[in-house]
């Protein structure tokens, strides 16, 4: 599954110690962020006090699919999830759907934060996975980062 499949990536990266320019327009992050993965259809940045950011796009395969639905695929398989919030948004000029939630991941407390929004024909999956104590200040720099869009502005 193409969401899933990124979104374990990123839960790996985070338990153990992640954006292209897809189709979005995107901001820069803050110091302490080191580039982990660059693929054409993925980038991912790690933070060494703990959290991943990652942006991954996938082209073709969702354009009737709700928003909804793409952030549920992405979440199957996650442990222990307990949805704190879920807010409809524009992103780029484009209808996003935000999601937080607290979750486990082998028995490690994570929170996620996860933006899915559809553009040009592809998906684009915005997503950071922190440790809980530790997401506060990585929010902060994911809210950054999604800041760089053309428009941001709550639905």
């Given at each position: ?43 991912a940045y ?34 222990g999830r ?39 024909g592809c ?33």
């Amino acid at each position: 599954m193409r969401t899933r499949r990124h979104l374990l990536l990123a839960l790996a990266l985070a338990a153990s110690a992640c954006a292209a320019q897809p189709s979005a327009r995107l901001g820069t992050l803050p110091a302490g962020w080191e580039r982990v993965r660059d693929r054409a259809d993925s980038v991912a940045y790690h933070h060494a006090g703990g959290g991943t950011i990652v942006s991954a796009r996938s082209c073709g395969d969702a354009d009737d699919v709700p928003l909804d639905v793409l952030t549920n695929h992405l979440l199957l398989g996650i442990e222990g999830r307990r949805e704190l919030a879920r807010q409809s948004l524009v992103l780029d000029g484009r209808a996003a759907l935000r999601t937080r939630l607290d979750a486990t991941l082998d028995g490690v407390p994570v929170a996620l934060d996860i933006v899915v929004l559809k553009k040009d024909g592809c998906t684009v999956d915005l997503y950071l996975v922190a440790p809980r104590a530790a997401y506060a200040e990585r929010r902060a720099d994911f809210d950054r980062f999604l800041s760089g869009a053309v428009q941001v502005s709550r639905r």
